[in-house]
């Protein structure tokens, strides 16, 4: 990934924020201990949800903006009554997904997160998921060195 981490920040882009947002619904269901499961519960509904809706809710207003709908329909880009209304929408829509911004890390050390997984026997987790969110939590390697 070519996410910059800064200290307990990560500097994401919207897109990938949005991409990302099917990977932490399957990472809710999977069972966790209680105290990994609250963290992973506060951080969604504060931090992600909070972009999650802006990006949504922008996006709707791309999609006014680039309607192709008569004003009696509710809004929507038809690429086969205006092509170019889609294109602009896409690249529009594009642009913004490519804004960066910086969110505090969750407060659960992945490693934690694994170990708590692997403690509920049966649990299968796919690899896919765990590459999207990874580097939204803590890492005992970008931690800093405690004897120093």
Known sequence: MTD???????K???GRLFAAKDQWAKLAKIPKS???????????????????QIIEEQRNQYIIQFSTSPE????GVDGKKDP????AFVETFNEYLG?????KKIDVKFE?????MEANKGTVID??????????FLSEEALPDKKA
């Open 4 to 10: 910059k981490t800064v200290g307990q920040t990560i």
């Open 12 to 14: 994401v882009t919207l």
């Open 34 to 52: 209680p105290k990994i499961a609250f963290k992973i519960a506060k951080f969604m509904r504060r931090v992600l949800e909070e972009h999650w």
């Open 72 to 75: 009696s329909e509710p809004p």
């Open 84 to 87: 170019k209304k889609l294109q």
């Open 99 to 103: 804004t960066e911004i910086e969110i």
């Open 112 to 116: 934690e997160l694994i170990d708590a």
């Open 127 to 136: 690899e896919l998921v765990l590459m999207e969110i990874e580097d939204f």
